[in-house]
């Protein structure tokens, strides 16, 4: 299994820049995609960016243009890079990994705020 730890969720105000990450540890070994997702209150958690071993992006239509998902193979490390923030932005974000035959594995989740 994978161990996840997110960081850098904080409370922004509306317009500002927050940049997530999200360090890999244990048996990296074959994971083919890394995704955040995020979960507000009182709704389902959601997909937000996906990126695959490959290098290949997808977004969710709410953040495209905004966000932006990268990682850093040599350091075993995500990012999401969020701009533009807007108060419905305002959830628990989850760093998820897919491995090929392990299935998916998740952190802890860090709160991003965003409100004046």
């Known amino acids: 299994q994978v161990q996840l730890v997110e960081s850098g969720g904080g409370l922004v105000q509306p317009g500002g820049s927050l940049r997530l990450s999200c360090a890999a540890s244990?048996?990296?070994?074959?994971?083919?995609?890394m995704s955040w997702y995020r979960q507000a209150p009182g709704k389902q958690r959601e997909l937000v960016a996906r990126?695959?071993?490959?290098?290949?992006?997808n977004y969710a239509d709410s953040v495209k243009g905004r966000f932006t998902i990268s990682r850093d193979n040599a350091k075993n490390t995500m990012y999401l890079q969020m701009n533009s923030l807007k108060p419905e932005d305002t959830a628990v974000y989850y760093c998820?990994?897919?491995?090929?035959?392990?299935?998916?594995?998740w952190g802890q989740g860090t709160q991003v705020t965003v409100s004046s």
């Open positions: 998820r990994t897919d491995q090929l035959g392990l299935g998916a594995s």
């Open positions: 244990g048996s990296i070994f074959s994971i083919y995609a």
């Open positions: 990126i695959t071993s490959g290098g290949s992006t």
